[in-house]
């Protein structure tokens, strides 16, 4: 047996527990090998000196109290988390929920449509002095008279109709 594979073997020699032909063959080369053997001096005098120190016995509540506090610190979206997983754990809420999810998308898909319709207008206005906003005005007015015409004329025919059937009965 070498050096190496000796003081591999050291410390299981010195707790006698190797089998009697490994044991033989480490004290055969510790017999013959000062170097090997000032290892196995170093080895024994530092697990006296370990020996010496006080065994700490452990809390036995230790690990109990570990967990409880590991479960005490919970990030601040956790109770979200749980309120949202539990919301879409419940199948019957499940239809409700993404009807919802949708509408909030069309919502929102309609909502910049006429949020950029709006921009396009305030554009198209900004370049637009007073005199052009008066015509405008006019040209609505105008549109609104149109209409209003139409009803007249509505209104007219009925009583024309009306009339004509007075007049034939
Ligand atoms: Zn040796």
Redesign the pocket.
């Known amino acids: 047996m ?2 190496k594979d ?2 591999n073997f050291l410390s299981l020699y010195m707790e006698d527990a190797l089998d009697e032909t490994a044991r033989e063959q480490v004290a055969a ?2 017999a ?6 000032r ?1 196995a001096e170093i080895l024994l005098k530092s697990w006296e000196m370990l020996g010496e120190l006080d065994e700490i016995e452990p809390n036995p509540f230790y690990v109990s109290r570990f967990y409880a506090r590991l479960a005490q610190q919970r990030p601040w979206h956790a109770p979200w988390v749980d309120a949202i997983r539990s919301l879409f754990a419940s199948r019957r809420l499940l239809p409700a929920l993404t009807a919802l999810c949708l509408v909030a998308v069309i919502g929102i898909g309609v909502l910049q449509v006429q949020l950029k319709n709006h921009e396009q207008e305030r554009l198209a206005l900004a370049h637009l002095d007073g005199q052009d906003m008066e015509l405008l005005e006019w040209f609505e007015l105008a549109e609104n008279l149109e209409l209003i015409h139409e009803i007249d004329f509505l209104c007219d025919l009925e009583i024309i109709q009306a009339l004509d059937a007075v007049e034939t009965s």
């Open positions: 070498d050096c000796t003081r080369h510790l013959c090998c000062a170097g090997c053997r290892e």
